[in-house]
C-alpha cells in the first residue's frame, strides 16, 4: 500500500509473507528504514510459526509424542522409571542401533536437550517443586475441612452419647439363629425410629452414612476432630482410644469376636476378641461421660471378661499428617472399622466407650492406626518443548494401616508412641506418662493399681500374687470417701462374675444420668 508518497516502497511480492508486510508497514512509519527488500526479513521465519506446508523439526527423542502419567511421588528416579517403561513399550524406535542397551536417562538428555544427568535432575526438581500445593493452599483446605457431626447427620448429643458407649446404635444387634440366616434387630424397648415391638433390620440403614462417608468423603478430604465433644476435648497426650466389650455382628469380618457364634443368646453378650488385661477405671477423669463426681472400678484379671481396645495417637506437629488427619483417624477408629464393619459396642463400667486416652481405663495393652496420606502428582514430558511439567492433585488418598512402633513392633499403640518420640513429634516426658498412667505393660496391672489405691488413700489386702480379688476390701478408707453400690445402670451387658470392684461417690443432688456401666 502507499504508506508515505515520499517513502515509495520497492518489494517483491512474490516473496513476501502476508505478516511481513505489516512489519515492514511498523518500519516505515517508525522512520527506520524507507526501502527494506524482502530478502532482509528472510530471518524472521526463525521466530514465526512454522508456515504451513513446512514440516517441523523432529525431536532427537525416540519418544516423540507428548506423554503425562500419574505417580504418588515426583522425583527424577519416578520420570526415569516411566520413560524407561515407555521405551520398552516402543522399542521397535527405541533400541540402539549398536546393539547397545536403550538409556532412560540418555533419552531424557535428548528430551530436554542437555548433556548431564545433574541438569535433568534440576530440571525434575525444580518442576516438582512448582508443582506442588503450598502449605498456605493445604490451610485453606484445612479450613474445608468436613465438619464431624456432619458424619453421622446427628447433632453433637448424639455424637457424644455414642462416643459413651449409648444411643441405638451401640443396642443394635446382628444374630444367627437356628434357621441359618442372618437376622439384624433393635431391642424393642428402645426408643428409636421404627413401629413398636417390631424388630427392625435396621443396622445397616441407621448407620448406612457411615459406610458410605468411609467410602468416599473419608478416603479424599480431611475431616475435623471433635473437640466439642467432652471425650474429645483437651487431649494432653495427643491419644485417643477405644475400648469395647461386646460383639454384635454375627460376620466373619468381626475377627474374634463371639456374635457369630452364638445363636442361643441372639448375640445380646457376645464378646469381642480379647486383646488387653484392664487394670482400673478413675472415674473422675470422665465425669461427663459416666455422670458422677468420683470414685474408681478394679478389674480382676480372672474375671473381667473379654475387652479389646484400639487407639491412635498424634504428632505434636501441626503440619505432621497425624495431627491434620486425626478426626479421619477417629472416624476410622470410632465408627467405621470397629463399629460399622466389626460390630464393637458398649463402654466399660465407669468409663467412655472412646475418648482421650486421660479419660479411658488404665490398661496393659491395645493396638493401633496409623494414618498414611498418598499424594497424587500429574507428570507431563514433551520432547517438542523440551520441557517436564508436574501438577499436584488437590485430592490425596487418605488410608489406615496397622501402626508400626519402634524396633519393627506393629498394632501396639505404646510402641508406636516411642516411635512418635523419636520423630520429635512428643517428648520422653509425655511416653513416661503413658507408661505410668494408661498403657502400663503386660502383667504390670497389680503394680499400677496398687499404685492408684494408695494415691486414693487404699491399701489392698491381697494372697501376695499381686492379683485382685473381688473379696478383697480396702483396710484404709479416707473419711472424704465411703464405699457405696455403683450407679445403677439400665441394663448390664457384663455377666455378674465380670462386674468390678467399683467405689463410686454421686454429686449431691445430681440427677441420674443416662449411665452406661454395663
Known amino acids: 500500500g502507499e504508506l508515505n508518497e515520499k517513502n515509495p516502497l520497492v518489494v517483491r511480492k512474490a516473496m513476501m509473507h502476508q505478516k511481513d508486510y505489516l512489519l515492514l508497514a511498523l518500519f516505515v512509519l517508525l522512520g527506520n528504514a524507507s526501502v527494506i527488500e524482502a530478502d532482509s526479513l528472510r530471518g524472521l521465519q526463525d521466530i514465526k510459526k512454522t508456515p504451513k506446508g513446512v514440516k517441523k523439526p523432529k525431536p532427537d ?8 502419567f500419574t505417580a504418588s511421588v515426583c522425583d527424577y528416579e519416578r520420570v526415569v522409571e516411566e520413560v524407561s517403561e515407555r521405551m520398552k513399550k516402543l522399542s521397535r524406535f527405541c533400541d540402539d542401533k549398536s546393539g547397545a542397551p536403550p538409556s532412560p536417562k540418555i533419552e531424557l538428555h535428548k528430551i530436554l536437550n542437555v548433556t548431564t544427568d545433574r541438569d535433568v535432575k534440576m530440571i525434575i526438581e525444580r518442576a516438582c517443586k512448582n508443582g506442588k500445593i503450598s502449605d498456605d493452599s493445604m490451610d485453606e483446605e484445612d479450613e474445608r475441612a468436613f465438619p464431624f457431626e456432619l458424619v453421622t447427620g446427628k ?24 434357621t441359618g440366616k442372618t437376622v439384624s434387630e433393635r431391642p424393642r424397648k428402645d426408643s428409636g425410629p421404627g413401629p413398636k415391638n417390631k424388630p427392625k433390620s435396621v443396622l445397616k440403614n441407621d448407620a448406612r452414612r457411615v459406610k458410605s462417608i468411609a467410602k468416599k468423603l473419608a478416603v479424599t478430604q480431611k475431616i475435623s476432630f471433635p473437640e466439642n465433644i467432652p471425650n474429645f476435648d483437651n487431649c494432653q497426650l495427643r491419644s485417643a482410644m477405644c475400648c469395647w466389650v461386646s460383639d454384635r455382628l454375627a460376620d466373619k469380618s468381626s475377627k474374634g469376636g463371639s456374635c457369630q457364634t452364638s445363636r442361643h443368646n441372639r448375640c445380646t453378650i457376645s464378646d469381642p476378641k480379647n486383646n488387653t488385661d484392664i487394670c482400673y477405671v478413675d472415674m473422675s477423669k470422665s465425669k461427663s461421660s459416666n455422670h458422677v463426681s468420683g470414685g474408681f472400678s478394679i478389674f480382676d484379671k480372672k474375671t473381667e471378661g473379654p475387652t479389646y481396645c484400639h487407639g ?7 503440619h505432621d499428617i497425624t495431627s491434620k488427619f486425626k478426626g479421619n483417624t477417629l472416624f476410622h477408629v470410632g465408627m ?12 466399660l463400667p465407669g468409663a467412655p466407650m472412646c475418648g482421650c486416652l486421660e479419660q479411658m481405663p488404665v490398661v496393659t495393652r491395645a493396638d493401633c492406626s496409623e494414618v498414611r496420606v498418598a499424594k497424587s502428582y500429574i507428570i507431563g514430558v514433551d520432547s517438542r518443548q523440551r520441557k517436564v511439567m508436574v501438577k499436584q492433585s488437590s485430592e490425596s488418598k487418605i488410608e489406615h494401616v496397622p501402626c508400626k512402633g519402634v524396633s519393627n513392633r506393629t498394632n501396639d499403640l505404646e510402641s508406636y508412641y516411642e516411635r512418635i518420640v523419636t520423630e520429635g513429634g512428643a517428648t520422653e516426658t509425655e511416653l513416661d506418662k503413658l507408661r505410668n498412667n494408661h498403657i502400663v505393660g503386660e502383667n504390670n496391672c497389680p503394680s499400677a493399681t496398687e499404685t492408684f489405691l494408695k494415691s486414693k488413700g487404699f491399701v489392698m489386702q491381697g494372697n501376695g500374687s499381686g492379683n485382685q480379688n473381688p473379696s478383697d476390701t480396702p483396710s484404709t478408707v479416707p473419711k472424704t470417701m465411703s464405699p457405696t453400690k455403683p450407679p445403677s445402670p439400665r441394663k448390664s451387658s457384663l455377666p455378674s462374675s465380670s462386674r468390678p470392684t467399683t467405689v463410686s461417690s454421686k454429686v449431691p443432688g445430681e440427677k441420674k444420668g443416662n449411665n452406661h456401666n454395663h
Open 155 to 178: 447433632d453433637v448429643s448424639f455424637n457424644k452419647e455414642f462416643f459413651d458407649g449409648g444411643t441405638y446404635w451401640n443396642e443394635e444387634v446382628e444374630y444367627v439363629p437356628d
Open 61 to 68: 527423542s525416540c519418544l516423540r509424542k507428548p506423554f503425562r
Open 336 to 347: 467405621s472399622e470397629f463399629f460399622f464393619k466389626r460390630g464393637y459396642v458398649k463402654n
Open 312 to 318: 491412635f495417637a498424634w504428632s505434636n506437629r501441626d
